[in-house]
């Protein structure tokens, strides 16, 4: 095993099986904003005869490791995940009648590759460090003119929010400033399902024109 890889990372499968979902909640982008917290999705299927259940394709098999090693056991929708190495390497669309059916109910699969909404760019998506899922979260890309309580009431939705922190954006490197119509905060969720599910719900939310960004947080608040 190399040093820093995460095991079954090396040579294994890019697709993970998902399950144990509830299918009166999940959609397709609802489970790429969860899933995506650990590398870049490429396509994602919720499968049409089991419907608690879906495939996740990611770039690489290290990021496939990532999701098993942090979102297996994570509680949702009152259940809890189970995040499997599937028997495929890559996730593919039906065809025909049974591809017709599938595209009446869009929201069984999605096609994410080279997605803006994907989280991670260049080498960091296969090399960043995992977070595990906690009742802390992170919020980037929040408009400059979104006050706290109307913040802590988009989220609110989601449990009653106890702590919320405004944080100042840092540049990325000293040539380029950070920008001024942008910020970020830690926010605090009574438990790690409504987080989960904040994260399910609201990371690529729209307000003022502004996608949120919102992912677990390791940080203290």
Known sequence: LVQGMLPGAMGGSAVVLVSNLDEECVSAD???NLMSTCGNIVRIKILYQKRDSALVQFESSEQAARARATLHGCPLWRRTLSVATSKHQTVQMRHG???QAE???EYLHGEYAGSPLNRFRGPSASHSSPIHPSRLLHVASVPSDMTQPELTELFSSH???SRVKFLT???QDES???RSD???ALLELPSVQDAAEAICSLHNFEVSGSRLRVSFSSSSL
Do not use: N, T, W
């Open 30 to 32: 609802a489970l790429f």
């Open 97 to 99: 009648h049974a591809a």
């Open 103 to 105: 595209e009446d109910e």
């Open 159 to 161: 449990g009653p929010v």
């Open 169 to 171: 954006p840092k540049a």
């Open 176 to 178: 380029r400033p950070a």
């Open 182 to 184: 942008r910020k970020m």
